[in-house]
């Protein structure tokens, strides 16, 4: 299983980034993914999760209202649209994976087993 994340960049505050996840060797359609971040010094933070059994999704309070969570199971992929970016918001960027139709929460990504390699987020101020 390979998890590809794509799509990070450099963005001023208040500017709009999407993030792809791509996966090889693994068929998204029958399982859960989601999105973790972590910053430099900080500990890892679930940021969103999408089920594969109806679609419900999942946010961070942090991310609420400005992050959208999306699959693409045709392409075997998911995305992670982020709007009203914030400094804070800066991190590497995984996706992650498993054998699971549902998250519970954000927290689920963080124990996922297939994780991808992360993607760089800089806001700048």
């Known amino acids: 299983v390979q998890l590809q994340a794509s799509g990070g960049g450099l963005v001023q505050a208040g500017g709009s980034l999407r993030l792809s996840c791509t996966a090889s060797?693994?068929?998204?359609?029958?399982?859960?993914v989601g999105w973790f971040r972590q910053a430099p010094g900080k500990e890892r933070e679930g940021v969103s999760c999408?089920?594969?059994?109806?679609?419900?999704?999942h946010y961070a309070d942090s991310v609420k209202g400005r992050f959208t969570i999306s699959r693409e199971d045709y392409k075997n992929t998911v995305y992670l649209r982020m709007n009203s970016l914030k400094p804070e918001d800066t991190a590497v960027y995984y996706c992650?994976?498993?054998?699971?139709?549902?998250?519970?929460?954000?927290?689920?990504?963080?124990?996922?087993?297939?994780r991808g390699k992360g993607t760089q987020v800089t806001v700048s101020s």
């Open positions: 060797g693994f068929t998204l359609e029958y399982y859960a």
């Open positions: 999408i089920n594969s059994s109806d679609g419900s999704t």
């Open positions: 992650a994976t498993d054998h699971v139709a549902e998250c519970r929460n954000v927290d689920s990504t963080l124990v996922m087993n297939y």
